[in-house]
Nanobody, 120 residues
């Protein structure tokens, strides 16, 4: 059974930092691209950061330079370091693991989300 479990969310003041973790099980993490998304109630889910299987990383413009995605495939863990947090970063953050192979449906898994509130 595949599980993705996020942790590390909470309430923090603007300008501070948080590190989110995503513990994965039931998959070979090194075969999966990992993404962090976030969602505010009533709005579409937004892609925040991507970690490719070959070590590439990409970020939404809104977080570029402030957030850093990392992974430890040996520990089946994914992280999102969030620095210089802003009130606009308030959302529920979700971890996603996706594997694409030609000719077969994607393997696509989600965590349950962890809430982040940035407020003074």
């Amino acid at each position: 059974q595949v599980q993705l479990v996020e942790s590390g969310g909470g309430m923090v003041q603007p300008g501070r930092s948080l590190r989110l973790s995503c513990a994965t099980s039931g998959i070979t993490l090194s075969l999966y691209a990992i993404r962090w998304y976030r969602q505010v109630s009533g709005r579409e889910r937004e892609l925040v950061a991507t970690s490719g299987i070959y070590g590439s990383a990409a970020y939404a413009d809104s977080v570029n330079g402030r957030f850093h995605i990392s992974r430890d495939d040996t520990k089946d863990m994914v992280y999102l370091q969030m620095n210089s947090l802003k009130q606009d970063d308030t959302a529920v953050y979700y971890c996603n693991a996706r594997r694409r192979r030609i000719g077969v449906p994607d393997n696509d898994y989600w965590g349950q989300g962890t809430p982040v509130t940035v407020s003074s």
